[in-house]
């Protein structure tokens, strides 16, 4: 049988591997033919839990409205927003709430001033110059221009500033633009920590996309932001092989570089031949032992590690109590954030909706049993349940190595491992987000297809917003 004339490989099928087999497929049609390898459940991090028949999301929950791709994989997959439920936030300091959400935007606001002056105003600046500069990036990939690496992309967007916000802490950018210790203090530590489950000295820019998110409106998708995963690898009919890659081996044919892909399955260990790889799930050695072989010179090791956080999908009664409210029906809050202190043994609690929500849903009342999700970096005790809970049915609990653990001296990984074998994952220590993960994808397979073709003129060009601006 005659070989396709590019048989691809994508290591993983979470949201990464899905969107960059889309890509793929989107950029060099039907003449590429994509192998998707996954051990686990498609969809990654994008994973629900069942109680009593429902489905929650357990992590990846909610999705930024200027998250363009995301939104346009679901109007491709003929998917639907979640109907929102509203509901109300709250910032705990473990002895008291240092900030109450009302139902009263100008109240809201009159508080955030009363507290803490003008600071939510210079954050709000700051964080929109970031995400003005970073919508650029939509505008160069619909050009069809790609960046080799990770600094580059940067660059591209908001110059040598947006390499540094890679380096230095969000707690320093935003004290040096006027806002306050104390506002750092309360309201910026509890978004990280509900977020990245990590502190104010996350990188600058890490920081700049979690509090777009905290700010700007989001959505889910109903039925569960995992569609989106199964979905985009339906679509491109990509054959997913339930196998676990241990590692790659570089040959090469006519010239050209052949990668073998080691893999371990059910029915044990096999390989397979490619001519293009892109790795999505993490290479880090905290998270993955996969080997590089006969490369010269060899693909170094990836530093850093990997940030464990704790998921625990409770089905229970509140304690509303814990938290200065005698009486459960006067607690009204659907969302807790927590500051950062010593002695809190959780980072942020919610009352989730299920992924289906039809329109006679109604979000419980806070003296009936719910399902909120509690997110710790380590396992809750007995102890400590019983002190969010008066009394509770179920408790699911997930672990995941969900984030990098964020430190600023860190060099950023390669996006480019070898000729034709590519690394998604590497984005999630710019900032970690759905929307990152699918800029990043298109980015990769912008990138393939454009060094496939030798179109250097459609890779790491300067000046780009001038050339856009002319192309049009």
């Given at each position: 049988?005659?070989?396709?004339?590019?048989?691809?490989?994508?290591?993983?099928?979470?949201?990464?591997?899905?969107?960059?087999?889309?890509?793929?497929?989107?950029?060099?049609?039907?003449?590429?033919?994509?192998?998707?390898?996954?051990?686990?459940?498609?969809?990654?991090?994008?994973?629900?839990?069942?109680?009593?028949?429902?489905?929650?999301?357990?992590?990846?929950?909610?999705?930024?409205?200027?998250?363009?791709?995301?939104?346009?994989?679901?109007?491709?997959?003929?998917?639907?927003?979640?109907?929102?439920?509203?509901?109300?936030?709250?910032?705990?300091?473990?002895?008291?709430?240092?900030?109450?959400?009302?139902?009263?935007?100008?109240?809201?606001?009159?508080?955030?001033?009363?507290?803490?002056?003008?600071?939510?105003?210079?954050?709000?600046?700051?964080?929109?110059?970031?995400?003005?500069?970073?919508?650029?990036?939509?505008?160069?990939?619909?050009?069809?221009?790609?960046?080799?690496?990770?600094?580059?992309?940067?660059?591209?967007?908001?110059?040598?500033?947006?390499?540094?916000?890679?380096?230095?802490?969000?707690?320093?950018?935003?004290?040096?633009?006027?806002?306050?210790?104390?506002?750092?203090?309360?309201?910026?530590?509890?978004?990280?920590?509900?977020?990245?489950?990590?502190?104010?000295?996350?990188?600058?820019?890490?920081?700049?996309?979690?509090?777009?998110?905290?700010?700007?409106?989001?959505?889910?998708?109903?039925?569960?932001?995992?569609?989106?995963?199964?979905?985009?690898?339906?679509?491109?009919?990509?054959?997913?092989?339930?196998?676990?890659?241990?590692?790659?081996?570089?040959?090469?044919?006519?010239?050209?570089?052949?990668?073998?892909?080691?893999?371990?399955?059910?029915?044990?260990?096999?390989?397979?031949?490619?001519?293009?790889?892109?790795?999505?799930?993490?290479?880090?050695?905290?998270?993955?032992?996969?080997?590089?072989?006969?490369?010269?010179?060899?693909?170094?090791?990836?530093?850093?590690?990997?940030?464990?956080?704790?998921?625990?999908?409770?089905?229970?009664?509140?304690?509303?109590?814990?938290?200065?409210?005698?009486?459960?029906?006067?607690?009204?809050?659907?969302?807790?954030?927590?500051?950062?202190?010593?002695?809190?043994?959780?980072?942020?609690?919610?009352?989730?909706?299920?992924?289906?929500?039809?329109?006679?849903?109604?979000?419980?009342?806070?003296?009936?049993?719910?399902?909120?999700?509690?997110?710790?970096?380590?396992?809750?005790?007995?102890?400590?349940?019983?002190?969010?809970?008066?009394?509770?049915?179920?408790?699911?609990?997930?672990?995941?190595?969900?984030y990098p653990r964020y430190d600023a001296?860190k060099a950023l990984p390669p996006i480019?491992?070898?000729?034709?074998?590519?690394?998604?994952?590497?984005?999630?220590?710019?900032?970690?987000?759905?929307?990152?993960?699918?800029?990043?994808?298109?980015?990769?397979?912008?990138?393939?297809?454009?060094?496939?073709?030798?179109?250097?003129?459609?890779?790491d060009q300067k000046d780009l917003m001038?050339?856009?601006?002319?192309?049009?």
């Open positions: 049988r005659p070989r396709p004339s590019l048989p691809a490989a994508v290591v993983g099928a979470g949201l990464g591997g899905s969107a960059v087999a889309y890509f793929l497929q989107q950029h060099f049609g039907p003449q590429v033919q994509l192998d998707v390898y996954e051990p686990a459940a498609v969809g990654g991090r994008l994973a629900t839990v069942t109680v009593n028949k429902q489905q929650y999301e357990s992590r990846g929950a909610s999705i930024h409205a200027l998250s363009l791709h995301m939104q346009d994989f679901v109007k491709i997959l003929g998917l639907k927003h979640r109907r929102e439920v509203v509901g109300k936030s709250a910032i705990f300091s473990g002895e008291h709430f240092v900030l109450e959400e009302t139902d009263w935007y100008l109240l809201n606001l009159f508080r955030l001033w009363w507290h803490y002056g003008i600071s939510f105003l210079r954050l709000q600046m700051w964080v929109e110059e970031v995400m003005e500069k970073f919508m650029r990036i939509y505008k160069y990939q619909a050009h069809g221009y790609a960046f080799s690496s990770l600094e580059e992309l940067l660059r591209s967007l908001g110059g040598d500033a947006f390499v540094n916000m890679t380096q230095r802490s969000v707690a320093e950018s935003l004290l040096e633009v006027g806002v306050t210790q104390r506002f750092v203090d309360d309201v910026i530590a509890a978004v990280l920590r509900s977020s990245y489950g990590q502190s104010v000295l996350v990188p600058a820019f890490a920081g700049a996309m979690s509090l777009a998110g905290a700010q700007g409106s989001t959505w889910a998708v109903e039925g569960g932001n995992k569609l989106v995963c199964s979905g985009l690898l339906k679509l491109t009919k990509a054959n997913v092989i339930p196998a676990r890659v241990m590692g790659v081996s570089l040959h090469s044919s006519e010239g050209r570089a052949l990668y073998q892909v080691h893999y371990e399955g059910s029915e044990g260990q096999g390989s397979a031949f490619y001519d293009m790889v892109v790795v999505t799930t993490p290479l880090h050695p905290s998270r993955s032992n996969f080997t590089f072989e006969n490369f010269e010179p060899p693909i170094a090791s990836f530093p850093g590690a990997f940030q464990p956080s704790i998921t625990s999908v409770v089905h229970g009664y509140l304690n509303s109590s814990y938290f200065g409210f005698p009486d459960p029906k006067l607690f009204p809050f659907a969302s807790i954030l927590t500051t950062d202190t010593p002695n809190l043994f959780f980072n942020a609690m919610d009352n989730i909706c299920p992924v289906n929500i039809s329109a006679a849903f109604r979000r419980k009342q806070p003296q009936e049993a719910a399902v909120w999700r509690v997110l710790s970096q380590q396992p809750l005790d007995k102890q400590q349940l019983k002190t969010l809970f008066r009394s509770y049915y179920s408790v699911q609990v997930t672990e995941w190595q969900a001296a480019v491992l070898h000729e034709n074998l590519f690394y998604l994952s590497g984005v999630e220590w710019v900032a970690s987000s759905m929307e990152m993960i699918a800029v990043a994808a298109k980015n990769v397979a912008l990138l393939a297809y454009n060094r496939w073709h030798q179109d250097l003129e459609k890779i001038h050339k856009v601006k002319t192309e049009l």
